[in-house]
């Protein structure tokens, strides 16, 4: 059974960037879409960005031109880089397979100064 374990989150102030890593155990992630979602304090997950197995990317408007998703498939590892960040990018970052499988912990990731 595939388990997602994400990690990299933590406290930065605005402006800042953080890199966020999605880490698959089980199987190997090279096959399939893999999406970054994220849930704020009181409102429902939403998507954030996904990258095909051969790489094509698709954001979120609220990210567009901020973040970058991108894939090591060798290392079944799919990562998030997050630049300019805001306080409103604060929430939980959840990655997760397309269709999707259980999900993870997530990962705290919070804007402020």
């Known amino acids: 059974q595939v388990q997602l374990v994400e990690s990299g989150g933590g406290l930065v102030q605005p402006g800042g960037s953080l890199r966020l890593s999605c880490a698959a155990s089980?199987?190997?992630?090279?096959?399939?879409?893999m999406r970054w979602y994220r849930q704020a304090p009181g409102k429902q997950r939403e998507f954030v960005a996904g990258?095909?197995?051969?790489?094509?990317?698709n954001y979120a408007d609220s990210v567009k031109g901020r973040f970058t998703i991108f894939r090591d498939n060798a290392k079944s590892t799919v990562y998030l880089q997050m630049n300019r960040l805001k306080p409103e990018d604060t929430a939980v970052y959840y990655c997760?397979?397309?269709?999707?499988?259980?999900w993870g912990q997530g990962t705290q990731v919070t804007v402020s100064s």
């Open positions: 997760n397979t397309l269709p999707a499988i259980p």
């Open positions: 089980g199987s190997t992630l090279s096959l399939y879409v």
């Open positions: 990258v095909s197995s051969n790489g094509n990317a």
